[in-house]
């Protein structure tokens, strides 16, 4: 299969908080993390495939929580694929240059 994605991906293991739809918050683990988006591990997935998603994840290695908000676009029995709608830019791009993912 060939890929899609518009950007390169970084294998983490980050700590999220995150929040869909209006739900309280759930905990989970950024399993991969680009430009564009990322994949939540969680056991608590949301119903509604193509809502939103706000969410805290917390870059430890900077001391620095980076606020993402994302609409979901794929779902499985381990997790969710988030599509980014708005992000924290400077935090982000700190996360990443560190992952050594590209501009």
Do not use: H
């Amino acid at each position: 299969m060939e890929e899609q994605r518009s950007y390169k991906r970084a294998r983490v293991d980050m700590r999220i908080a995150y929040r869909d739809n209006g739900s309280t918050y759930q905990m989970g683990r950024v399993s991969n993390i680009s430009r564009g988006g990322m994949f939540i591990s969680t056991t608590a997935p949301p119903d509604d495939l193509g809502g939103y998603v706000i969410a805290s994840l917390d870059a430890e290695e900077f001391g620095k929580i980076i606020w993402i908000q994302g609409r979901v676009v794929r779902k499985t029995a381990c997790g969710i694929g988030v599509v980014f709608t708005r992000t924290d830019e400077k935090g982000l791009n700190i996360l990443l240059t560190y992952q050594g993912v590209p501009f």
